[in-house]
């Protein structure tokens, strides 16, 4: 994995978590607005509709560096339209960056795989 596609991996995985906490959010706000007279939906909305739009241009950019297959690229896509998506995303570019790691240090000491 070159440096490039790492930061890509990287941006949309610093994203993901922030976008699932403005979600959740956002839905408890509906929830006051329609139940008390709080009113925080607009604010929110704007937030959270500022974190989709840098995840989906994080996520098109990613698919497009790391190659990734539709059912790979769905996937991630999925996990921003679910409330609690996020979470899982993060984790598991976290687990594909750290597998990545390991394996240009194992191509750098000429480690070979079966």
């Not at 994203?15 to 403005?22: D, L, M, R």
């Not at 925080?40 to 909305?45: C, N």
């Not at 750290?98 to 191509?107: N, P």
């Amino acid at each position: 994995m070159d440096l490039k596609t790492a930061a890509a991996l990287r941006r949309l995985r610093l994203v993901s978590g922030p976008e699932a906490i403005s979600f959740l959010v956002l839905l408890v706000c509906s929830v006051l607005k329609r139940t008390t007279d709080f009113n925080a939906v607009p604010v929110m909305g704007a937030i959270h509709g500022i974190l989709v739009v840098l995840y989906l241009v994080f996520w098109a950019d990613a698919w497009n560096r790391a190659k990734w297959s539709l059912k790979t690229a769905v996937f991630y896509f999925l996990m921003m339209v679910l409330p609690t998506g996020g979470f899982f995303a993060e984790r598991r570019l976290k687990r594909e960056a750290e597998d990545a790691v390991i394996a240009s240090r194992a191509r750098t000491e000429g480690v070979v795989s079966a």
